[in-house]
């Protein structure tokens, strides 16, 4: 038999244990990623709690707008998914832009929040009564247009 036989390589002695452990966690894969109180118990309160979990407890408002906000998510997750059309416009043509990367990079997500301008949406996380606005334009600094 392949598991009791000694002079299989390794990696084949454990393959039954594998396949096992594969078939189960995709048999799971759905209540893994969808049960709240797993991953409640398995993360607690640490930095790793999917956002998608938690309740909308928070209200920021995006040109005087209230948009429900869940704690520890992105102010642009929060706007995408209260289905904002524009995050700012192109200081030469005044075009629409919204979030393209996600992560710091392309800078197509600034916003105006609290009354400065230029600030990343996507690496910026909501706080309750936040105020944010569309930038138009170029952003401004202690009154210096840039
Ligand atoms: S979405 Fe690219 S920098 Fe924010």
Known sequence: ????NP???LPRRF?????????????????LFNDNA???DFL??????PVGVTQATLTVYFDG????????????SCLLRAGVEK?????VSGSPRLPFCMIGHCFECVVEIEGIGGRQACLSLVEEGMHIRTQLGAA???????
């Open 7 to 9: 002079s299989t390589p």
């Open 44 to 49: 607690g309160d640490g930095m790793f709690v």
């Open 15 to 31: 393959l039954p244990c594998l396949t096992f452990a594969r078939r189960l966690f995709v048999q799971n894969l759905e209540r």
């Open 87 to 91: 995050f700012r416009t192109t200081p």
């Open 140 to 146: 401004e600094l202690q009154g210096i247009k840039l």
């Open 38 to 40: 797993l991953w409640g």
């Open 1 to 4: 038999m392949l598991i009791d």
């Open 65 to 76: 707008q209230p948009i429900a906000a869940r704690q520890g998510e992105t102010i642009a």
